[in-house]
């Protein structure tokens, strides 16, 4: 355990410091280039940067390769060929527009290098009851999980700082839980998540002076699901993920298919005078999380972020039982 | 309404426990003779009928607690 400190404090400083200080002249080469969206939240016309993804990619990969260079495990390899795959994705997305397949079916194929490598263990784990062998489905899942973390993570990234505060709190709760379940190695790969979301975090919170964007978003949630995969801890990973999870049920049982944002008509959440947010009453909108939040009245959009973090500290709290259940059987 | 949503969390949290529960005891064990080489083939096409109808199901009570916990406050 002594021997693990060293590569754990050196990769997460790494992670961190690379995002934080890379953040900053990639604002300015964003501004330089115009890449710019309007911040549809403000009421003055605000326009904000993006994508954020290149810095934190830039940090996972420093990271993960430190930690290569000490562990030299397939898995390290596994999840920084999927997550470097969904950075691409998430940046042609970007750049040009894309259908509503485009994601899923090319963050499938990301997900292929899990495989490839044999980073997994097809025991599917559950708390209280055991595991059980699924070599088959578990294929299907793996292919599956990407996709759905990825795409997750992005469909929650609607306010300033909210997918990347969001990812702080389900990455370092998932951290924990891996040190609980005694998969020490994995736990120390899966921190500099925590840490470069962290960095971001202090870029994109609100006011943000950048956005992360699909690259950013697809990164963070594609590493999440390659964690949870690498590390054996599907079931705990879907756990201290689902406010997102929530997010996206709520969205897709409303919506009845898979859609772009930008391909839906109504408008789930409008402002008030004073440029508070909220729920409208449009029958043809999405049901999302932040309307679920602001049918209660409205609220700024700080209030309905921290409001999202809350639910997500609960979920990791639940995680985290969870973890505690898998040395547990009845 | 947050707190009807910490309570959503909480369902679907439990509803996962009991659905690994059941794919554990029930789904788990389950394994096909007879068809040569095609019973492991078999076996997981059979597995994999049952765990989407479990998904199914899954989806269909969240869907009823969702509208259980939400009804007043779902206009919309």
């Known amino acids: 355990m002594i021997d693990l400190l060293a590569p754990a404090i050196i990769s997460c400083v790494v992670a961190f410091a690379v995002v934080f200080v890379m953040t900053p002249p990639l604002i300015k080469i964003l501004e330089k280039r115009n890449f710019a969206v309007k ?10 940067v993006r994508p954020g993804g290149p810095a934190i990619i830039a940090g996972i990969i420093a990271s993960e390769l ?7 495990m397939n ?6 060929i999927t997550t470097s795959a969904a950075f691409a994705i998430g940046y042609v997305d970007d750049r040009k527009v894309m259908g509503g397949w485009f994601k899923p079916v090319a963050l499938a194929v990301a997900a292929i290098p899990i495989i490839a490598l044999g980073a997994y263990d097809s025991d599917l784990a559950f708390p209280l009851f055991g595991t059980v062998q699924i070599p088959a489905l578990y294929l ?10 990825g795409n997750t993570i992005n469909s929650i990234d609607v306010l300033n700082g909210v997918a990347s505060g969001f990812m702080v709190i389900a990455s370092f709760s998932l951290s924990i839980c891996l040190f609980i379940v005694q998969n020490y190695e994995i736990a120390i790969v899966s921190l500099p998540l925590g840490f470069v979301s962290l960095a971001f975090y202090k870029y994109h919170k609100i006011p943000s002076k950048i956005f992360p964007g699909d690259s950013g978003a697809l990164t963070f949630g594609s590493m999440y699901g390659a964690i949870a995969i690498v ?3 599907e079931i705990i990973a879907a756990v201290a993920l689902l406010p997102a999870v929530i997010n996206s049920f709520l969205f897709l049982s409303s919506v009845k298919r898979i859609v772009e944002h930008r391909q839906i008509k109504g408008k789930p959440v409008e402002h008030t005078d004073d440029f508070r947010l909220k729920a409208t009453d449009d029958k043809k909108a999405p049901v999302t999380l932040v309307r679920l939040i602001l049918a209660g ?3 700024s959009e700080k209030q309905v972020a921290f409001a999202i973090f809350k639910l997500a500290i609960f979920s990791g709290i639940l995680a985290i039982i969870t973890a505690f259940m898998m040395g547990v059987s009845i | 309404m947050k707190s009807g949503l910490f309570g959503f969390l909480f369902a679907m949290w439990v509803l996962i426990i009991v659905g690994g529960g059941i794919v554990v005891t029930i789904l788990g064990p389950i394994s096909i003779f007879g068809f040569g080489e095609l019973d492991l083939f078999i076996t997981s096409l059979i597995k994999a009928i049952v765990a989407l ?13 969702k509208n259980w916990i939400f009804k007043k406050e779902l206009k919309f």
Request: glycine share 6%; proline share 4%; aromatic share 10%.
């Open chain 1, 39 to 48: 911040d549809v939240n403000k009421k003055e016309n605000v326009m904000v």
């Open chain 1, 66 to 72: 430190i930690l290569y260079a000490f562990f030299q």
């Open chain 1, 75 to 80: 898995e390290i390899l596994a999840i920084l």
């Open chain 1, 140 to 149: 299907a899942l793996i292919i599956f999980m990407i996709p759905i973390t």
């Open chain 1, 231 to 233: 590390g054996g801890v």
């Open chain 1, 297 to 299: 009245g409205p609220m």
């Open chain 2, 53 to 65: 109808v479990l998904v199914v199901i899954w989806i269909l009570i969240l869907l009823k607690i």
